[in-house]
């Protein structure tokens, strides 16, 4: 990159640009692309003391307490402990080490029959998905309250 002008590359893929997500790559078109800039662009999120997503797995039912732990990179896993909770932007099979030794699961994207969901109920652990920015409002280490009935994570001092 070093000594190249860029300026051009970079104002074509704020137009559309392919993105690589594991194994596949996607080219989006100028609306996603708007979406995602926008989406992943911290400045665009207020702070939230409160998350909502889908329950797509009550555990036991119980409602959680503990520590957020953000996982980005599946193949970082080793970095997770055991009882953490896990958030991820969504989870794929290279996350089930971490998803394994987790309390809870919370996710940015998917639904009912997403990956994270099938594997928490697989393994019983309480999991919530489709919270739209959990993985840009919560930040390692944070202590939140899982309400796991009603699909609501609450931030704790």
């Given at each position: 990159i070093k000594g190249k002008e860029l300026r051009a590359k970079i104002a074509e893929r704020k137009r559309g640009f392919g993105m690589q997500f594991f194994h596949t790559c996607k080219e989006f078109s100028p609306e996603e692309t708007a979406y995602l800039w926008n989406a992943y662009d911290p400045s665009s999120v207020e702070s939230t003391p409160e998350l909502k997503g889908t329950v797509a797995c009550k555990g036991d039912g119980k409602?959680?307490?503990?520590?957020?732990?953000?996982?980005l990179d599946p193949t970082k896993n080793e970095e997770?402990?055991?009882g953490e909770i896990l958030v991820a932007p969504m989870t794929s099979p290279e996350y089930i080490f971490a998803m394994r030794k987790s309390a809870a699961i919370i996710t940015d994207e998917g639904?009912?029959?997403s990956h994270a969901a099938i594997v928490s109920?697989?393994?019983?652990?309480?999991?919530?998905v489709g919270t739209q920015i959990a993985t840009k409002v919560l930040k390692d280490n944070d202590k939140v309250l899982i309400d796991i009935k009603n699909g609501r994570i609450e931030k704790l001092p």
């Open positions: 409602k959680i307490t503990g520590r957020i732990h953000i996982l997770f402990k055991e639904g009912l029959t109920r697989e393994l019983g652990i309480p999991c919530i």
